[in-house]
């Protein structure tokens, strides 16, 4: 009787152990990927969005990404701004400009950006927080012609969530910006 509550007692403590594991990889791919993980667990299963993200990092890692200089990333920087000033005259092309930015920027950084929709999986690997808003940006940037200019100042401000996360900004720079896109907000 002793041997088989031996027995029971360690397959317990295995199981234990392996559900840790499991728990902290989950955690790891949540933290990282944030809402991205969420949003592919929901959609196919928390198993197989962890192999799902094993491959997309797979992919990513096989880049040669790097960080750009801070001479680049100044240069960048001087170009969102202008972008950003533009959006008063002409949202459109503002919206456009936040855009082609974010796509310049993971283009330099060494993310092939020939095919959007692989370019938004690429980023979930190590920009999944700000990939959510992202996507929606693309895609009233897609529809820009029907947009409204609130529609489009909410896109311009996703790209930037994306734009300083490849660039690594700080919450500092953003904060240092943000009140420009609040002042073009209709009614204030």
Not at 82 to 108: D, M
Not at 148 to 169: C, I, K
Request: proline fraction near 3%; charged fraction near 25%.
């Amino acid at each position: 009787m002793s041997v088989i509550l031996l027995i029971v007692i360690i397959a317990i403590i295995v199981l234990a152990v392996v559900a840790a594991i499991a728990m902290r990889r989950r955690t790891a791919l949540h933290k990282e990927a944030g809402p991205e993980y969420d949003r592919l667990a929901k959609e196919i299963g928390p198993r197989q969005a962890q192999a799902e993200f094993a491959k997309r990092r797979q992919r990513v890692d096989g880049f040669e990404l790097k960080q750009l200089s801070a001479e680049r990333r100044g240069a960048y920087e001087t170009q969102w701004t202008a972008a950003q000033e533009r959006f008063i005259e002409s949202p459109l092309e503002a919206t456009q400009s936040a855009a082609s930015l974010v796509t310049a920027v993971a283009a330099e950084e060494g993310y092939p950006v020939d095919d959007d929709s692989q370019l938004i999986t690429d980023l979930s690997v190590y920009h999944g927080r700000p990939l959510d808003g992202y996507r929606h940006a693309c895609r009233l940037t897609d529809q820009a012609e029907l947009a409204e200019t609130e529609q489009m100042r909410q896109a311009v401000l996703e790209y930037r969530a994306m734009f300083q996360d490849l660039l690594g900004s700080t919450d500092d720079d953003t904060n240092q910006t943000s009140g420009k896109l609040a002042a073009a907000r209709p009614g204030q």
